[in-house]
């Protein structure tokens, strides 16, 4: 399969007037062509940065970083513009951020277009069709209901025909039907999706999880099952269900096995 | 899309357009007051110009004049006025009459009796003349060409005629000597028609000769100026065609230009050039300060859109395409705001002009205006893309992300600013650089902007500062309100621009209320000076005794003769020249002027010595001449009307003739004359002994005259020490020195020597000029003043009997006046009138005050208090609504406060004492800035077209207009406060906190 993104050891940090804040540390991951991925972990754990990463938004501190191929470090901010709007499609937590709220359904979708050519553009009656939106396509954006923004704003992500598609919180604040259309509307898209949840039928609608814990992927998850993942210099986050056993700071012995190690806490 | 977005946020794009609006309206009403006030200008002038002065009179006896000049045109100019007149002799010889006609002579006189003149050899006279209709007027240089022997062609009257000599049509010329009651050898014009011209005598174009030596047609063209037609851009204009003129009458000797158009346009210089640098100078600043608007509200709109710009950004638009997007509506509403500006100061100007400057303008915009226009709407954009720099180049993280971004580089910009401040304060201050043509300071007049700008740059660092001194003191004493206001100037988010805004605009009007009420305190000083008393009826030249007659028979006047100095000298009677004239205390340690005139009338002078009749004689006893030396014995006298002394030989003295006799001058024997000096001249033959010349004395014993044939003593006190100066020891008579190197020269002690004078100004060694503006004498200050009641330069206030003791006559130069008392004038005007007293002309305080505010100066003043009152309250509204804005902002916080439970009133005062300390701030350091302005500048700034000399200008603040501005910025900045804090609290609702934070 090809490469949608892969990660290389890649490091955030922000920097303020005061502080230097590290966001990521080490990230390695992978993530194939017509995969659906759902970021989960604690506010805070750097899902979105991540998310700002992969969107094009941001460059590394470190580490390398492959968008289908195009290692984003290398671009300069032109290139970054063009690759954001031919081959990414972003939808922001809160569905209202996503919009224009004056422009109407139809502006919205035609404005998102504005940077790629003509031809790579999808009609917008067919997409708003096909987010069941055609009949308030001329309504403007602002007076939309939660749910129909937040399809407008998929409809948005989705009108230059990206080859991924970002999502941050896309059910948060929707009820429960609507947040299921929206979950329904990016699982039928069958394009590479990122998503950033804590939805749980967000997570459990994609094929596979990743848990971000701290700047560093923890967990990832496939098929219903939940696996920690091993990074760079054999750091392992124990899950927190696990921290009544191995409370963080105790200590623990590593007994290897045929196939993999066994943690047993050492007695001081 | 863009017209969505405009709807969306229609208060502010509003609010946008109106400050847009503002820097186009500064920019075009600048260059269209200055057009207005440059035709108010020159209209002016040429309404005060004597017609020669507003024309030309193109003669010529070879050519048409009308045909030289049908090339000259120009929008301002009316049609020729053609003519053709011819001097000649009547038949008898015994008067010159003008032969003449003019087109539309008709037009211009009221028949009396009979007509115009239609055909040849048909005339019109004036009714001075005498002629009647039907009587025939011959001039011995028309006579009939078809006739062989040479005979005289009749004119016949046809109508009589009057007219006023001050019609244009008579181009100032004294054609009218009859009518004037002057008959000596001139008569006034016979108005004919132009075929007589073709049909009689000599003609246009004939011999040259004969042209030359007047014995021709003499073709005329008036061109006059249309004062309702020429405009402020026509100076250029004029001048060429003034040099086209000028060229014309160099071009042969039978032509000639006649006018005075040099001193008309030094005149309109004059005023004009000291109007363009300062109403510049008011643009430039109320342009920058309308940019600065503009910078800080689309700074605003633009932030409102950020998140749709952040959006852009996200779709990957280009940062070109980003640019349009982003500055679109701003954009718009700048070219929307161009003619909105454009018709804005039309109205505006139009309306000043109406009211301030003249009714007759018509204001419109030319080319150039629309020019400033575009030219401050491309300023308007580049301050609206520095301020959607920020918001279209921060990465979209940063503005979703918040992050605060280091903001080192402002210092940079205040450095700079600051510097340029200093420097150019320093140069106002010590320097003489920044100076115009002029030579006065009008870039002074930048002053009040710099100052503004530097003030506030340091005010809107100290706020924050000492807030965040206040705000320690506040987290640990006192309720949440002062807390939270203290806390929130610290962060100097909204503080930055307001007190810039503010301090910007309320400075501006502040300095331009310090400079209108100085400027207008010094016009009605200069003015109440240079005037000398409230009102001044200038009448006709007469004499001493005729003026004060005429001072006498109205209660509360003075008379005044004014002769130009340098020293100026105003002679008047002191006791009433104390009780009318407009004076100050100040001018002279506080002394009041009647303790100082009642010192000009010296306490004793000899009685004149007044002669009438057409012979004098002298008896006088001279001693023995020596061989080779003889003497003349001189009489000077004073004749009135004249300006001179009239000199005569009385005679030889001799030791065998006791009694000289000659004439008196002519003048003496139809007025009496006065005695003003008997001299002795001795001279010495060629090869007499210098050693043997005379000794002794001539004694003047007796002087007699004769009127009617009969000789009368004339009462000379010749025996008399106190008559005569300089002393003498009486001798039976008045002694003579025949010696060399004696006082051979005595005249009667009639005036002292020198004049007992109030003075002004550097005056000492020099010599006044006199009455007659030709026998100067010397002068003794009595006291001295800054300023002296009707004098415009230094000079001296002198007694009127004593100086026309001084004088032989009255110089042309002299201006006599009556004054009258304060609240008197009209009294006095009707009592002139009432006593057939001509007035020439009446000068009043308030006109010339009116005159120094239509100069140049007294124009752009009036530009920057209209226009900065107008930025003032601009600057103010936007510094309000910049603080509406970021407590709107803070309406999340509020309301969680409010959730938190916090208390209603304590929210209330923090946002009160927000708003109110930043706008205070603000509008006291802006009233700071306009004081400091004012203290430095206006010593500097130019108030008068030329700066009097007299009195000193006075530049100490007036301080009721500016306390009342001040009061009045910090009532609206306190009201502005109150309602602003009460509409934001009324919008804190709990509920919000649902929604995310703004």
Redesign the interface.
């Known amino acids: 399969m090809t490469q949608a993104v892969r990660c290389d050891g890649v490091v955030q940090i922000?920097k303020?007037?005061e502080i230097e804040v590290v966001a990521l540390r080490d990230i390695d991951l992978v993530i194939e062509e017509g995969e659906s991925v759902a970021f989960l972990g604690p506010s805070g754990a750097g899902k979105s940065t991540l998310l700002?990463l992969l969107?094009g938004?941001?460059r590394p501190s470190a580490g390398r970083l492959w968008l289908g191929g195009t290692e984003i470090g290398r671009l300069g901010?032109?290139a970054l513009?063009?690759?954001?709007?031919?081959q990414?499609g972003?939808v922001?937590q809160?569905p209202a951020?996503?919009?224009?709220?004056?422009?109407s359904a139809v502006?919205n979708v035609t404005?998102?277009q504005?940077?790629?050519r003509r031809r790579a553009r999808r009609a917008a009656g067919d997409l708003l069709d096909r987010v069941g939106l055609n009949g308030v396509r001329d309504k403007?954006a602002?007076r939309l209901s939660g749910g129909e923004q937040q399809r407008l704003a998929v409809a948005?992500a989705l009108a230059?025909r990206p080859r991924l598609l970002l999502a941050d919180e896309p059910t948060s604040q929707l009820d429960m039907a609507t947040g299921q259309t929206v979950i329904e509307l990016i699982k039928e898209l069958g394009t590479t999706s990122v998503v950033v949840t804590h939805d749980p039928r967000v997570s459990e609608a994609t094929s596979r999880t990743v848990t971000i814990r701290d700047g560093r992927i923890g967990a990832e998850g496939r098929h219903g099952e939940d696996f920690v993942v091993v990074g760079r210099e054999g750091a392992v986050q124990l899950p927190p269900e696990y921290h009544e056993l191995l409370p963080p700071g105790s200590m623990a012995r590593v007994e290897p096995l045929p196939d993999g190690v066994v943690l047993r806490r050492a007695e001081s | 899309?863009m017209l969505?977005?405009l709807?969306?946020r229609r208060w502010l794009s509003l609010i946008v357009l109106i400050i847009a609006v503002v820097p186009v309206v500064a920019g075009s009403l600048g260059p269209m007051y200055t057009d207005a006030a440059r035709t108010t200008l020159i209209r002016e002038t040429l309404d005060k110009a004597i017609l020669d002065h507003r024309g030309w009179r193109v003669t010529s006896v070879s050519d048409d004049a009308g045909e030289l000049v049908k090339e000259i045109t120009a929008p301002f100019l009316l049609p020729p006025i053609r003519g053709a007149e011819l001097l000649s002799p009547n038949d008898k010889a015994t008067k010159t009459y003008p032969l003449m006609w003019v087109e539309g002579q008709c037009d211009h006189v009221t028949t009396v009796v009979g007509r115009c003149p239609r055909a040849a050899n048909e005339i019109m006279v004036s009714r001075a003349s005498g002629f009647t209709v039907g009587d025939t007027v011959k001039l011995s240089l028309l006579s009939d060409p078809g006739a062989e022997k040479r005979r005289l062609t009749p004119l016949r009257v046809v109508g009589v005629y009057e007219t006023d000599a001050a019609d244009p049509l008579w181009y100032g010329r004294s054609l009218f000597p009859q009518t004037a009651g002057v008959t000596e050898g001139n008569g006034d014009p016979l108005l004919t028609a132009p075929e007589t011209q073709g049909t009689v005598g000599v003609k246009t174009g004939g011999d040259r000769i004969d042209a030359l030596v007047g014995a021709a047609w003499t073709s005329t063209a008036i061109l006059y100026i249309d004062r309702n037609k020429i405009t402020g851009d026509d100076v250029a204009s004029l001048e060429s065609l003034h040099a086209r003129l000028r060229a014309l009458g160099r071009t042969g000797e039978t032509t000639t230009v006649f006018g005075y158009m040099d001193e008309t346009l030094e005149a309109v210089h004059r005023r004009v050039d000291s109007l363009s640098v300062p109403t510049t100078l008011v643009t430039v600043q109320l342009v920058a300060l309308g940019w600065l608007l503009l910078f800080l509200t689309v700074r605003d709109l633009v932030a409102a859109r950020a998140?749709?710009i952040a959006?852009?950004?996200?779709?990957?638009?280009?940062?070109l395409?980003i640019w349009a997007f982003g500055l679109s509506e701003p954009a718009f509403l700048l070219l929307a705001a161009l003619p909105i500006g454009i018709a804005a100061s039309w109205a505006v100007v139009s309306r000043m002009a109406a009211t301030l400057l003249r009714d007759d303008l018509v204001v419109t915009v030319d080319g150039f205006t629309v020019l400033c226009g575009v030219a401050a709407v491309f300023g308007g954009l580049l301050a609206t893309a520095l301020a959607a720099r920020q918001t279209v180049t921060q990465?979209?993280?940063e503005q979703w992300?918040r992050?605060?971004r280091?903001r080192r580089r402002a210092w940079v910009v205040d450095a700079v600013v600051l510097a340029i401040t200093a420097v150019g304060l320093a140069e106002l201050l010590a320097g003489d650089v920044i100076t115009d043509a002029t030579g006065q300071r009008a870039s002074a007049l930048i002053a009040p902007g710099l100052l503004a700008v530097a003030l506030a740059l340091i005010a809107r660092r100290l706020l924050p500062l000492a807030c965040r001194a206040l705000f320690r003191l506040t987290r640990t004493h006192g309720d949440i309100g002062a807390f939270l206001a203290m806390r929130q100037i610290s962060r100097g988010s909204a503080t930055a621009s307001t007190v810039i805004v503010l301090a910007a605009g309320l400075g501006l009007a502040v300095f331009a209320v310090a400079a209108w009420s100085v400027t207008s305190r010094n016009y009605q000083e200069v003015a109440r000076v240079h005037n000398g008393a409230e009102t001044v009826f200038v009448v006709p030249r007469s004499d001493v005794a005729t003026l004060r007659k005429i001072s006498a028979d109205v209660p509360g006047t003075a008379p005044v003769i004014v002769t130009p100095g340098p020293p100026a000298m105003l002679a008047t009677d002191p006791a009433r020249f104390a009780s009318v004239a407009l004076w100050r205390p100040s001018y002279a340690g506080n002394r009041p002027l009647n303790g100082m005139t009642a010192k000009l009338t010296p306490r004793t002078a000899a009685p004149r010595v007044l002669v009438g009749g057409d012979r004098i004689r002298a008896e006088v006893s001279t001693p023995k001449m020596p061989d080779g030396w003889s003497a003349i014995l001189y009489a000077d006298f004073r004749v009135t009307g004249e300006t001179k002394p009239a000199i005569i030989p009385l005679g030889r003295p001799d030791s065998r003739i006791k009694v000289h006799e000659w004439g008196l001058p002519r003048g003496c024997r139809e007025a009496v004359c006065e005695l003003r000096g008997l001299r002795l001249e001795v001279t010495m033959a060629a090869g007499a002994s210098l050693e043997d010349g005379p000794t002794g004395s001539v004694v003047v014993k007796k002087l007699e005259v004769r009127q009617d044939g009969r000789w009368s003593t004339v009462d000379a006190g010749l025996a008399d020490t106190n008559r005569w100066t300089p002393a003498f020891v009486p001798r039976g008579g008045l002694p003579l020195s025949l010696e060399s190197f004696g006082t051979g020269a005595v005249r009667p002690d009639t005036f002292p020597d020198p004049l007992p004078a109030l003075s002004s100004g550097p005056g000492a060694g020099q010599k006044l000029p006199g009455l007659d503006d030709g026998h100067f004498s010397g002068f003794e200050s009595v006291a001295s003043a800054q300023a002296l009641p009707g004098l415009n330069a230094p000079g001296v206030v002198v007694d009127l009997e004593t100086a026309d003791r001084v004088a032989y006559g009255y110089s042309p130069r002299t201006e006599f006046q009556i004054w009258a008392a304060p609240g008197r004038g009209d009294e006095v005007r009707e009592a002139l009138r009432r006593g057939s007293v001509p007035v020439l002309a009446t000068r009043t305080t308030d006109d010339l005050v009116s005159g120094y505010v239509t100069q140049g100066p007294g124009l752009a003043l009036l530009l920057l208090i209209v226009s900065a009152g107008v930025a003032a309250l601009l600057a103010l509204g936007r510094a309000v609504l910049a603080l509406h804005t970021a407590a709107r902002r803070r309406t999340y916080e509020m309301a969680a406060l409010e959730a938190a439970g916090a208390r209603v009133r304590p929210l209330r005062v923090a946002l009160l004492l927000e708003q109110t300390i930043t706008l205070s701030w603000g509008a006291l350091t802006g009233v700071l800035a306009g004081l400091v302005a004012a203290w430095a500048a206006l010593p500097r700034v130019p108030e008068f077209a030329e700066t009097p000399v007299t009195p000193p200008l006075d530049y100490s603040l007036v301080p009721v207009p500016v306390l009342l501005v001040a009061c009045a910025v910090l009532a609206l900045s306190m009201i502005a406060a109150a309602v602003t804090s009460e509409l934001l609290l009324r919008g804190v609702r709990v509920d919000q906190l649902r929604e995310?934070p703004a």
């Not at chain 1, 513009?81 to 031919?86: C, E, G, N, S, T």
């Not at chain 2, 959006?311 to 940062?319: C, E, I, M, N, V």
Request: hydrophobic fraction near 45%.
């Open positions: 922000y303020t007037k700002w969107a938004l941001l901010p032109r513009d063009r690759l954001r709007a031919a990414i972003v922001l809160n951020r996503n919009l224009i709220p004056y422009a502006q404005f998102a504005r940077a790629v403007p602002g948005v230059n | 899309m969505r977005g709807w969306r998140q749709e959006l852009a950004r996200l779709r990957g638009l280009s940062t395409r990465p979209v993280v992300r992050t605060p280091s995310a």
